[in-house]
């Protein structure tokens, strides 16, 4: 009974913020890597940004510099930190827990010029 929520997604203003977040259950995220993955109508789903059980973190090029993944094993929640948003960031956000290869259900992000 694994289960992600994302959370956070919206319609904001090129040049804005937003910050996603995805909420475990059934499962505790502290013993596994976490990525935030985002799928564009028409396109591929790509990964965005991937942190370790150790909290180092890698990200596309294309959001180095953006975008930051955070983790609160406490909480047992991820989050995904959003700044200077452009058009082309516009998806549907997952978050995924490595290994057991779960997916949450998505949260959308639109992004206006």
């Known amino acids: 009974q694994v289960q992600l929520v994302e959370s956070g997604g919206g319609l904001v203003q090129a040049g804005g913020s937003l910050r996603l977040s995805c909420a475990a259950s059934?499962?505790?995220?502290?013993?596994?890597?976490m990525g935030w993955y985002r799928q564009a109508p028409g396109k591929q789903r790509e990964l965005v940004a991937r942190?370790?059980?150790?909290?180092?973190?890698n990200y596309a090029d294309s959001v180095k510099g953006r975008f930051t993944i955070s983790r609160d094993n406490a909480r047992n929640t991820v989050y995904l930190q959003m700044n200077s948003l452009k058009p082309e960031d516009t998806a549907v956000y997952f978050c995924k827990i490595d290994v057991v290869g779960s997916w949450g259900q998505g949260t959308q992000v639109t992004v206006s010029s």
């Open positions: 059934g499962v505790l995220i502290r013993f596994y890597s």
């Open positions: 942190i370790t059980t150790g909290g180092s973190t």
